[in-house]
């Protein structure tokens, strides 16, 4: 099972602040990376998809990047609405795996 | 715009089984793939298995092996997870979530259904 291990697990930023959550594979996915956001009592909800690939309809302020083991997601400019967990997931290999997941919240 | 609708809340007492569906509306693909994630209570997101229901295919992570069974009904596009055995530590929100299925290359979480919350207590 390839286990997916995120940093921070929490981080508090002001707003038009960037950040950057990092996710390690424990072995290569390739780009089989995907980054959701999960507000309180919401289901998550699909940033990127493919390590880069941002979904129909999410903010441009939302990248992603990597692959093989090392991927990164990036926020520019945080807004008081992105306070949320953030969780990374592989499809590369089964079973399928989440992140641990980041606590982003507003200061 | 795939719609996922859930059953709603169950109490269950431990060593009893739940079972819990999830409607799919919407969308063009007929051969997605719908997986079940579950989250305990202030805890991270656990993939539990995934089935692709015009195939009747499914893959179950290792830790639910035995216990899961994830089944679909191809007539009224409904999936079903049932999971036996219950404790305590299975008291959880658990969610159906739609992937692109066999037709991409690429498998993500497209869509998720609300979350059905199962406790299971004595």
């Known amino acids: 099972e390839i286990v997916l291990t995120q940093s921070p697990d929490f981080q508090s930023v002001t707003p038009k602040e960037n950040v950057t959550i990092s996710c390690r594979a424990s072995?290569?996915?390739?780009?089989?990376l995907q980054w959701y956001q999960q507000k309180p009592d919401q289901s998550p909800k699909l940033l990127i998809k493919?390590?880069?690939q941002a979904f129909s309809g999410v903010p441009s302020r939302f990248s992603g990047s990597g692959s093989g083991t090392d991927f990164t997601l990036t926020i520019t400019s945080l807004e008081a609405e992105d306070a949320a967990t953030y969780y990374c997931h592989q499809s590369g290999n089964l079973p399928w795996t989440f992140g641990q997941g980041t606590k982003v919240e507003i200061k | 715009q795939v719609q996922l609708v859930q059953s709603g809340a169950e109490v269950r007492k431990p060593e009893s089984s739940v079972k819990v569906s999830c409607k799919a509306s919407?969308?063009?693909?007929?051969?997605?793939?719908i997986s079940w994630v579950r989250q305990a209570p202030g805890q991270g997101l656990e993939w539990m298995g995934r089935i692709i229901p015009v195939l009747n295919i499914a893959n179950y992570a290792q830790k639910f092996q035995g216990r899961v069974t994830i089944t679909a009904d191809i007539a009224t596009s409904t999936t079903y997870m049932e999971l036996s055995g219950l404790t305590s530590e299975d008291t959880a929100v658990y969610y159906c979530a739609r992937d692109p299925g066999v037709a991409a290359l690429i498998h993500y979480f497209e869509s998720w259904g609300l979350g059905t919350p199962v406790t299971v207590s004595s």
């Open positions: 072995q290569s996915v390739g780009s089989f």
């Open positions: 919407g969308g063009t693909s007929s051969t997605f793939g």
């Open positions: 493919y390590a880069s």
